[in-house]
């Protein structure tokens, strides 16, 4: 048994399928250290084959179609999850080409190393709205079948729990920036019920999420009915 599951490659080099040195060398560097880069290839659990039937055909696990436009980039926010950057930031701050972003599906969880105040060795985030992409920064995951997505996002949002999982896995480098690989934040230990269970948490904290945000808006609210009476003396 593969250590870290099976590794597929997709994509498709040099004009009409020639293979160039550059390829090959690609390839090769690819295969030896087992390397994951956006649509061209990823490792696969054993679980995720299992669980589409065995099916080995390579655009099921590695998506080498072209990428999304500068619309569909998506940034990871501490406070509210990912986001469109357009929608949530006014303006796109991708660079003049997405050709080698990665895709991001619904229920996608992604890692991003950048560093926050309250959490210092990054944050993890499940991709709960639209497809969208990501630059190389981030790292892009795609959950086994026992595991539900959105308890994921749950289980990390404590964030002594998300920097004593991380803390372990991290290498400070010589200039003090973070050292670590998709794979290696994946080696944590992690304590998870079992998949019903993780769903009904997950639901549960939803449903307190949006009571939260419903009292906010009716906190804001007030607060403005407060300053407008009080702007044009109505007591």
Request: hydrophobic letters at 30%.
């Amino acid at each position: 048994m593969l250590p870290h599951g099976v590794l597929f490659r997709g994509g498709e080099e040099g004009k009409n399928n020639k293979l160039r040195a550059s390829d090959i060398r690609r390839i090769a560097d690819t295969v030896r250290y087992r390397r994951n880069t956006p649509r061209y290839s990823r490792t696969v659990s054993l679980g995720e084959i299992r669980q589409n039937d065995y099916n080995l055909n390579i655009p099921r696990y590695v998506d080498s179609s072209e990428a999304g436009e500068k619309e569909d980039v998506l940034s990871v926010s501490g406070d509210y999850g990912i986001v469109n950057q357009i929608e949530f930031q006014g303006r796109s701050f991708a660079g003049a080409s997405v050709s080698n972003y990665g895709v991001v599906h619904t229920g996608d969880i992604v890692y991003t190393k950048s560093p926050l105040s309250s959490n210092p060795y990054g944050i993890i985030k499940t991709n709960k709205g639209k497809t969208g992409i990501v630059s190389t920064l981030y790292a892009v995951y795609h959950p086994q079948e026992n595991t539900c997505a959105d308890f994921v996002q749950t289980y990390f949002e404590q964030h002594a729990r998300m920097n004593n999982y991380m803390h372990p896995l991290v290498n400070k480098g010589a200039k003090n920036d973070m050292k670590v690989s998709a794979e290696n934040a994946l080696k944590g230990f992690v304590s998870f019920p079992k998949l019903e269970e993780q769903k009904a948490i997950s639901e549960m904290f939803s449903v307190v999420d949006h009571l939260i945000t419903l009292h906010q808006r009716k906190e804001y609210g007030l607060k403005t009915y407060e300053n407008r009476s009080i702007h044009y003396g109505t007591f």
